[in-house]
């Protein structure tokens, strides 16, 4: 095994394992996001996503992680105040609730990470913004993930996104290697400054989880003793990929190869082939 100060060096053969591994998750997701209506509860989100793993023979890398006590669930479905890892259950969405999933698979001993966070129904003209600038901030971090830039590089990018749309990204929770485990070296912070941090390399692989807060950044964690939500009870949203550096530019892992038919609007299927949708590409290019 190859390694870069600390940090496992992926072959080509491990970037097709995790492909393989990326693409049954973006499946998973997408399984997920057809199944998010009105009246509809989050353990049946969750149970659409387990379906597409089983099928596809893989693994969930979420399922048992430790914790205080074993992770219970294939997904992390998080909705409005909680940021991230709540735990599918009883509730039912609702018209106006934004809804984050989050899942990870296994395949070929490579994990898949990747996390998408849409409305039900309608939903505010300020919740939608909040969508749009955290899918921005996704896609300006994976745009530095090549040679020649660094981790602080992709960390500041991230941050800027958020933060010139007058949101806050969390401090406690960050991207994250990712590989034959699912957290490993280097830790990449949604926030951070250029020209620090590790030197990127081909073969490099980091889950990219831009989490943003609404209002302040300030977190809780709930009596479950999982789910992290926002101290002040304002929205918050989570979009991740994982991505390759590769000597031709960002691979993203956890995208599907084609563009899907139905089931997401066109804005989801843009995330799911590894662009940015147009409405964070808007956000993006708001640069002052
Ligand atoms: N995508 C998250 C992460 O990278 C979810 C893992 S939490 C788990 O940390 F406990 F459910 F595994
Ligand atoms: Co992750």
Known sequence: MAWHRGVVIKTEADLAAMRRAGRVNARALAAAVSAVRPGVTTAEVNAATEAVLRKDGAGMAFLGYPGPYPYPAATCISVNDELVHGIPGPRQLKEGDIVSIDVGSVVDGFVGDSAITIGVGQISEEAQRLLDVTCAALFAGI????????????????????????????????????????????????????GMGMSLQPGITI????????????????????????????????FEHSVAVTANGPLILTALDEDLDGGASAAYNSYFVGRAPAAAREVEEQRT
Do not use: C
């Open 207 to 238: 889950a990219l989880e831009p989490m943003v807060l609404a209002g302040s950044p300030e977190t809780r964690v709930l009596r479950d003793q999982w789910t992290v939500a926002s101290r002040d009870g304002q929205l918050t949203a989570h």
């Open 143 to 194: 745009e530095r993930m090549r040679v020649g830039q660094r981790t602080g590089d992709v960390s500041a990018a991230i941050q800027a996104t958020v933060e010139r749309n007058g949101f806050n990204v969390v401090r406690e929770y960050t991207g994250h290697g990712v590989g034959r485990a699912m957290h490993e070296d280097p830790q990449v912070p949604n926030y951070g400054k250029a």
